[in-house]
């Protein structure tokens, strides 16, 4: 949920109801320009999670972006002590760049190990989606990042804010338009807001001076267990629009959906046993048969993808590809984002519209995932399979005689077909 602006709810409410909320402890953090990333301790090891999910990342959301493979790397690296001191119920919350040049800033410095603890969710332990709390407290936050060597959240301001400061505040809130320009056509909003919080300062959480644009900072106002956050940015800053989709993209979806309605994956014979990786091995073999025969489509294509998706850090991630075919087709950069556009595509149902996605292409697209989970879970009696052949091990180890049938007739351990249950056991 975006936080509102403070100015907004300034304007929105009487002087005195302001004045009050002006009288309780004020925190307040520069808003860094970065990617959200948590991370959690786990039984079986850390589970990563990318923007606001409640679900953890797994290799197919790794694949089509490799951009949080160096924050992974990193936590990998941990010492063992300091995982197991990870209490595991809570997700660490971070800001995480790679890059000192952002969507619209550029900063002098990155964070360190290119993170910067922001807060910790304290999760429900019989419910791991569900948010019981969320830690801000500074000395909290500031010895867990000294723990796990990581940069501290930039705070500008803890406590409560003194006449002069309240003035000054206000004085900036109660600017119109007009009057914001002027003001600061020469002079530096970011000068201005940290003198308000902090006249010490000079310089910013990633930034040597003072005299360059930063996002935002976060004001909060804490009463008690009641919190309320606001976002305090330049009052002239317009946010970015929504991007539309490109034509190119519209008919790429429908050509795909159209191709895979009719394509027969019951021919295709699976060989890996982890779920997320039999779901890129069977999208990777339709992709491979689908650019045999549309491949002069493509020839120049243009997705339009964000900017920022052009980065690097954005491109695919082939640690988790292994169909030789496919590898060697996605070396094209175009072709390697229609393989994200396959991967991405077909992966779960979906439940909303788009706007390009109507009710009629949505069903459409939900009947290949169907098909898709029917394959990679391998829903075809092959529990009763596995069943019968454990039965013939059992009867053999029991009797210690020769099989009930010939030995060329049963199937050999390493060819035994997994029960859906070890595959999201795993």
């Not at 953090?29 to 999910?53: C, L, M, P, W």
């Not at 069977?282 to 549309?294: G, R, T």
């Not at 954005?314 to 030789?324: A, G, P």
Request: proline residues 2%.
């Amino acid at each position: 949920m975006a936080l509102q602006d403070l100015r907004t709810h300034f304007n929105s409410i009487n002087r005195n109801e302001f004045i009050a909320l002006l009288k309780q402890r004020c925190l307040v953090t520069e808003k860094i320009q970065a990617s959200s990333f948590h991370v959690r301790n786990t039984d079986t090891g850390y589970d990563y999670y990318k923007s606001g999910s409640r679900t953890p990342m797994n290799k197919v959301d790794r694949t089509i972006v490799k951009y949080y493979e160096n924050a992974i790397d990193y936590f990998r690296s941990i010492p063992k002590d300091i995982r197991e001191d990870m209490p595991k119920d809570w997700k660490f919350g971070f800001d995480y760049m790679t890059e000192k040049r952002t969507i619209d800033i550029q900063y002098d410095a990155l964070p360190k190990n290119n993170l910067i603890l922001t807060h910790i969710q304290v999760l429900n332990p019989t419910d791991p989606t569900q948010i019981k709390k969320v830690i801000r407290d500074p000395k909290v936050l500031e010895k867990w990042a000294n723990i796990l060597q990581v940069q501290a959240p930039p705070i500008l301001f803890d406590g409560v804010l003194d006449s002069n400061q309240k003035d000054m505040l206000i004085d900036l809130l109660e600017m119109n338009d007009e009057t914001f320009q002027n003001v600061f056509e020469n002079t530096s909003f970011t000068r201005k807001v940290y003198s308000i919080f902090n006249h010490m300062a000079n310089k910013t959480a990633l930034n040597e001076n003072l005299d360059g644009d930063i996002d935002s900072l976060i004001v909060s106002f804490i009463d008690k267990r009641n919190i309320k956050n606001f976002k305090l940015g330049r009052f002239d800053k317009v946010e970015e629009k929504e991007r539309e989709a490109s034509d190119m993209y519209q008919i790429t979806i429908l050509d795909l959906v159209e191709y895979m309605t009719q394509f027969n994956m019951d021919e295709i014979k699976l060989v890996e046993e982890d779920t997320d990786l039999r779901y890129i091995e069977l999208v990777s073999e339709i992709f491979n048969q689908y650019m045999n025969k549309n491949a002069v489509k493509y020839i120049g294509a243009e997705f339009d993808s964000a900017g920022f998706s052009s980065k690097k850090g954005f491109e695919l991630n082939k640690d988790f590809i292994k169909n030789e075919g496919t590898i060697k087709l996605i070396q094209n950069e175009d072709l390697s984002e229609l393989f994200k556009i396959m991967l991405g595509s077909f992966r779960k149902k979906r439940t909303k519209e788009t706007k390009i996605i109507n009710s009629d292409l949505m069903g459409q697209m939900n009947d290949i995932v169907e098909k898709i989970e029917a394959v990679v879970m391998s829903k075809k009696n092959e529990s009763e399979i596995m069943a019968f052949n454990t039965y013939l091990k059992h009867q053999k180890i029991q009797t210690q005689s020769s099989p009930v049938i010939n030995e060329e007739d049963a199937l050999d351990e390493g060819e035994s077909i997994m029960t859906f249950n070890q595959f999201v056991g795993q």
